[in-house]
Nanobody, 124 residues
Framework: QVQLVEFGGGLVQAGGSLRLSCAASGRTFSSYAMGWFRQAPGKEREFVAA????????YYADSMKGRFTISRDNAKNTVYLQMNSLKPEDTAVYYC?????????????????WGQGTQVTISS
C-alpha cells in the first residue's frame, strides 16, 4: 500500500478554481492507478476522476467532465485535481485513492489506499 496525503482544499466562491494535490509515499507510485472521490454531508462517497499509472488514460464522472482535470507527476509521486467553474454543490470532502488492479475505476471498493481527505467549500 501507499500512504496518501491531500493538500489544497479551502473556501472558494462559486465560479472559482482550486487545485488539489495528493502526495504519495513509496517507490512504486507509477504502478498505481489514482482516483479522486468526494463525500458531502449525509451522502455516499462518489467518484470524481481517475488516472492510469502512466497518466495516459483519464476517466471522469459525467458531472465533472469539462470542469475538472486529473493529472499526475510520477517523478514527484503526486496526483492533481484541477477544479474550475466550481459550484456550491461541489462542496465536499475530497479524497484521493490508489489502486493496483482496478476493474472499475469508479468503485470505492476497488481502491487499496486512501488519504485523510481535504475539505472543499464553495460559497454562493
Amino acid at each position: 500500500q501507499v500512504q496518501l496525503v491531500e493538500f489544497g482544499g479551502g473556501l472558494v466562491q462559486a465560479g472559482g478554481s482550486l487545485r488539489l494535490s495528493c502526495a504519495a509515499s513509496g517507490r512504486t507510485f507509477s504502478s498505481y492507478a489514482m482516483g479522486w472521490f468526494r463525500q458531502a454531508p449525509g451522502k455516499e462517497r462518489e467518484f470524481v476522476a481517475a488516472i492510469s499509472g502512466s497518466g495516459g488514460n483519464t476517466y471522469y464522472a459525467d458531472s465533472m467532465k469539462g470542469r475538472f482535470t486529473i493529472s499526475r507527476d510520477n517523478a514527484k509521486n503526486t496526483v492533481y485535481l484541477q477544479m474550475n467553474s466550481l459550484k456550491p454543490e461541489d462542496t465536499a470532502v475530497y479524497y484521493c485513492a490508489a489502486g493496483l488492479f482496478l476493474a472499475r475505476v469508479g468503485i470505492v471498493e476497488e481502491y487499496d489506499s486512501w488519504g485523510q481527505g481535504t475539505q472543499v467549500t464553495i460559497s454562493s
